[in-house]
C-alpha cells in the first residue's frame, strides 16, 4: 500500500509532469509560428509527448499501488517568449525545477521507507540528469550562436541530432 505523504507527493509530481507537457507544447506553438523554426517545433513537440508519457507512467504506479492518481486541472502556460533564447533559457529552469521536486520525492519515500517507489523513481533521477544535460547543452550552444541568422539555421537543423543521443553524449559534442 502506498503512504498517504508518498501519494501527495506523487500526485504534486503528476502536476509537474502535466504542467511541462503544457509548457513545452507552448514553446512548441510558439517556435512554430516563427520562420524558419520547424526543428525546434519538432523537439518541443517531441519534450511535450514525453513529458506526458513520464505523467502517464505516475498515475498508473499511484493506481497500481493501490493509491489514487488525480488527473490535474492546469493553468494557462506561457505562451509567448521574447526569443528563442528565452524559451530555452525557461526550459532548462523548468527542468532544474522538475529535478528539485524528483529529489525531494526521492528523499520523502526514504523517509516513509517507501522502497518500493524508490526504486521506482531512480529511473526519473536518471532521466532528470539526460534533460538538463540536454537543455544545458542547447543554451550553451544558443549562447555561442548570439543573433547569428546562419547560427540560428544550424542550431535549428541540428536540434532533432540530441534528442536520439543521450545528453552525455550531447554534452560531449558527439552527435
Same mark, same amino acid.
Given at each position: 500500500?502506498?503512504?498517504? *505523504? &508518498?501519494?501527495? /507527493?506523487?500526485? @504534486?509530481?503528476?502536476? !509537474?509532469? #502535466?504542467?511541462?507537457?503544457? /509548457?513545452?507544447?507552448?514553446? %512548441?506553438?510558439? %517556435?512554430?509560428?516563427?520562420? $524558419? ?12 509527448? +514525453? +513529458?506526458? &508519457?513520464? !505523467? ?5 504506479? &499511484? ?9 490535474? #486541472? ?10 528563442? @533564447? ?5 526550459? *532548462?529552469?523548468?527542468?532544474? #525545477?522538475?529535478? +528539485? ?19 521506482? =523513481? ?6 532528470? =540528469?539526460?534533460?538538463? %544535460? *540536454? ?5 550553451? @550552444? *544558443? ?5 547569428? @541568422?546562419? $547560427?540560428?539555421? !544550424? ?11 543521450? %545528453?552525455?553524449? #550531447?554534452?560531449? $559534442?558527439?552527435?
Amino acid at each position: 500500500m502506498l503512504p498517504q *505523504l &508518498v501519494q501527495n /507527493a506523487l500526485n @504534486k509530481q503528476i502536476f !509537474m509532469e #502535466a504542467q511541462s507537457s503544457q /509548457a513545452y507544447l507552448a514553446m %512548441a506553438s510558439w %517556435a512554430e509560428i516563427q520562420p $524558419g523554426l520547424d526543428g525546434v517545433t519538432n523537439f518541443f513537440y517531441q519534450q511535450s509527448d +514525453e +513529458e506526458r &508519457v513520464h !505523467m502517464l507512467k505516475l498515475i498508473r504506479y &499511484v493506481n497500481e499501488r493501490g493509491g489514487f492518481a488525480l488527473v490535474p #486541472a492546469l493553468p494557462q502556460p506561457v505562451i509567448t517568449f521574447q526569443s528563442l @533564447k528565452r524559451v530555452f533559457e525557461d526550459f *532548462l529552469r523548468h527542468e532544474i #525545477a522538475v529535478s +528539485e521536486s524528483i529529489n525531494e520525492l526521492v528523499g520523502l519515500t526514504l523517509q516513509e521507507r517507501d522502497f518500493a517507489t524508490h526504486n521506482f =523513481l531512480q529511473w526519473y533521477v536518471s532521466e532528470q =540528469l539526460e534533460e538538463e %544535460a *540536454l537543455a544545458r547543452t542547447l543554451n550553451d @550552444k *544558443l549562447e555561442l550562436v548570439g543573433d547569428d @541568422k546562419s $547560427g540560428i539555421y !544550424m542550431f535549428d537543423k541540428d536540434i532533432l541530432l540530441f534528442r536520439g543521443n543521450t %545528453a552525455s553524449e #550531447a554534452s560531449n $559534442g558527439r552527435s
